[in-house]
Nanobody, 116 residues
Framework: VQLQASGGGLVQAGGSLRLSCVAS????????VGWFRQAPGKEREFVAT????????IYADAVKGRFTISRVNARGTVYLQMNSLKPEDTAVYYC??????????WGQGTQVTVSS
């Protein structure tokens, strides 16, 4: 099972992007899903997570009020809507399944670059 994140790109500060996360081989709909990011030279950090039903989103303080995590289980997709982007949001963004409290099935990330 591998997750695929997509939707990244280059955007000016203040702009928006929407990332998508899908899973091959196993339905993503059965699990909570988290978004993480890793900037060059930095540790991977938590961005947001959403419960299996989508009723409980949780955000890192750095993105609260700007990012929105959502899911459409019928499509097997989890989204990360990113608004009011800042240069410090520049990173590779990854999604992962939360299985038994542990994040796994990391796939290839998607690059987000925010220019000032």
């Amino acid at each position: 099972v591998q997750l695929q994140a997509s939707g990244g790109g280059l955007v000016q500060a203040g702009g928006s992007l929407r990332l998508s996360c899908v899973a091959s081989g196993r339905t993503l709909s059965n699990y909570p899903v988290g978004w993480f990011r890793q900037a060059p030279g930095k540790e991977r950090e938590f961005v947001a997570t959403i419960s299996r039903t989508g009723s409980i989103p949780i955000y890192a303080d750095a993105v609260k009020g700007r990012f929105t995590i959502s899911r459409v289980n019928a499509r097997g997709t989890v989204y990360l809507q990113m608004n009011s982007l800042k240069p410090e949001d520049t990173a590779v963004y990854y999604c992962a399944l939360n299985i038994g409290g542990e994040y796994m099935n990391w796939g290839q990330g998607t690059q987000v670059t925010v220019s000032s």
